[in-house]
Nanobody
Framework: QVQLVESGGGLAQAGDSLTLSCVASGDILSGYSMAWFRQVPGKEREFLAAIWRNEGRTYYTDSVKDRFTISRDKAKRTVYLRMNSLKPEDTAVYFC??????????????????WGQGTQVTVSS
């Protein structure tokens, strides 16, 4: 059974940087697309970034594409989300996800079968 474990969340000030990590229990990075989502209470889970399973092409939502970077290290079975210039509105629980969505739905959470437990990121002004 695939397990995803996020780490790297915590408290930050506006303008700081954080790097989230997501370690997979199996060798899923070779066959799965991986993504990061976030969620705040009372709102739907928001897509942030994805890295495509084959050639590693990356996709971002507009609100973070100039500040966040997704990457992966297959040897370490780890996906990263580097977050720069953090803002208070980035405060949320951040989730790692893995799956085989079709390309046109790479931003849709329903295309990801496996999810981590989430890591809290809190950004103060």
């Amino acid at each position: 059974q695939v397990q995803l474990v996020e780490s790297g969340g915590g408290l930050a000030q506006a303008g700081d940087s954080l790097t989230l990590s997501c370690v997979a229990s199996g060798d899923i990075l070779s066959g799965y697309s991986m993504a990061w989502f976030r969620q705040v209470p009372g709102k739907e889970r928001e897509f942030l970034a994805a890295i495509w399973r084959n050639e590693g092409r990356t996709y971002y939502t507009d609100s973070v594409k100039d500040r966040f970077t997704i990457s992966r290290d297959k040897a370490k079975r780890t996906v990263y989300l580097r977050m720069n210039s953090l803002k208070p509105e980035d405060t949320a629980v951040y989730f790692c996800a893995g799956g085989v969505p079709i390309l046109s739905a790479v931003r849709d959470s329903r295309g990801y079968r496996h999810w981590g437990q989430g890591t809290q990121v809190t950004v103060s002004s």
